[in-house]
Every structure is written in C-alpha cells, then in structure tokens.
Antibody, heavy 122, light 110 residues
Framework: EVQLVESGGGSVQPGGSLRLSCGAS????????MNWVRQAPGKGLEWVGRTRNKANSYTTEYAASVKGRFTISRDDSRNSVYLQMNSLKTEDTAVYYC?????????????WGQGTLVTVSS | QSVLTQPPSASGTPGQRVTISCSGS????????VYWYQQFPGTAPKLLIY???QRPSGVPDRFSGSKSGTSASLAISGLRSEDEADYYCAAWDDSLSGPVFGGGTKLSVL
C-alpha cells in the first residue's frame, strides 16, 4: 500500500524559513515525479512545484508564486521529498500536501499525504 | 481567481443526478486531460476521475466525467448523502507550465 506522510509544519514569522518532509512507503520514490500542492484555509488547491524522477535527472519546476523562495529536493535513500520554504509570506499560510504523480503527468495525482499545516504570522 | 472556473456550489436530493461544470481555455482543458478530485473537510483530496473520464479502482460508476472543447463536467448519478463534499477540477496548463485547479464546488445533498 502506498503511503505518503508529511511533517515539519508549524508556525513561523514572515520572512522566516521552514522545511517540510514527505516520507513515502510502498513505493520506490526514485521512480516517480513528486509534487507539492497547498490549500490556504477555506480556499482551493494550488500547485506549488514538483521534482522529476531519477530518469529525468530530478529536475524541478515551481509555480510563479513561490519560484525563487521555495526549493524541492529529495533523498531517495530515505525515500523522502522535501520542501524548503524561505522568505515566507502570510499568504503562504496553508496545508501543504505531497502527491505522487502518475503516468499521465500532472495533475494525475493518485496518492496524497494527509497534509501538514504551515502558519505564517507575526 | 482560479484559472479553471467552477460554480461555487451545487445541490441535489438523494437519488438525483447532478453535474458540476469546469470551464477553462485552449491552454489547459482545450489541449490536456481533465481530472476531478473529491475532498471532505479536514482530509486530503481524492482522485475521482482521471484523463477526462476514467475512474480509479474503487470509485463507484455513479461518478462520470466528460470533456468538450475547453469545458468539462463531472456527473454524479444516484446522489447519496455521503457525496456531500468539495469537488475540484484540474488540468495541465501549457502556458503556465504546471497544473491548474478550479476554485472548487461545494456539493450539498438536501
């Protein structure tokens, strides 16, 4: 059974940093593109970015709203993906989900984690 | 303001058929697959429909998807109280080089 578990959320002041983790079980993470998707309180879903798989050199892509501030990385030996968030803004407050991309590319997200809440507030 | 446009709410009575629309453009729905997600409060989204009209295993055939031009629809037949949830459409956007989502539709079963 595929399971994704996010961790690392919490409260941080504007301008601060936070690193989220997404641990995977039941899959070999290096085979898959992994995405981060967020949802602000009471709002809809917003794609944050993704890291391609080993076969595609682990390259990354980001939404314009986070480009230059957020970085996605992965450690396949730990079967984990990370989201490093710097220069955080109040509008980054959201539940952050990691999601495994399927055969058809984004947004073919068959598996999601339970999410971790990030609150950016002074 | 979401790239894909959905009605904020929809409703129906048990047993009824309801449809939820999703409007986009040539750079997203018009040229890429559409996906639908179901989300209950406090939980992660669940894939309901992929590649326009395919259901993952375990999704009842009461749920169906369709696409025409730059619009798509999710239909739910034989509506049940447990279908009360938020529904999101999604597609890849060639101009933005990433997935885009609709703003979500809150379905109420009266």
């Amino acid at each position: 059974e595929v399971q994704l578990v996010e961790s690392g959320g919490g409260s941080v002041q504007p301008g601060g940093s936070l690193r989220l983790s997404c641990g995977a079980s039941g899959i070999i993470l290096s085979d898959y593109y992994m995405n981060w998707v967020r949802q602000a309180p009471g709002k809809g879903l917003e794609w944050v970015g993704r890291t391609r798989n080993k076969a595609n050199s682990y390259t990354t892509e980001y939404a314009a709203s986070v480009k230059g501030r957020f970085t996605i990385s992965r450690d396949d030996s730990r079967n984990s993906v990370y989201l490093q968030m710097n220069s955080l803004k109040t509008e980054d407050t959201a539940v952050y989900y990691c999601a495994r991309e399927g055969s058809y590319g984004g947004p073919d997200f068959h598996y999601w984690g339970q999410g971790t809440l990030v609150t950016v507030s002074s | 303001q979401s790239v894909l446009t959905q009605p904020p709410s929809a409703s129906g009575t048990p047993g009824q058929r309801v449809t939820i629309s999703c409007s986009g453009s040539s750079s997203n729905i018009g040229s890429n697959y559409v996906y639908w997600y179901q989300q209950f409060p406090g939980t992660a989204p669940k894939l309901l429909i992929y590649t326009n009209n395919q259901r993952p295993s375990g999704v009842p055939d009461r749920f169906s998807g369709s696409k025409s031009g730059t619009s798509a629809s999710l239909a739910i037949s034989g509506l049940r109280s447990e279908d009360e949830a938020d529904y999101y459409c999604a597609a890849w956007d060639d101009s933005l080089s990433g997935p885009v989502f609709g703003g979500g539709t809150k379905l109420s079963v009266l």
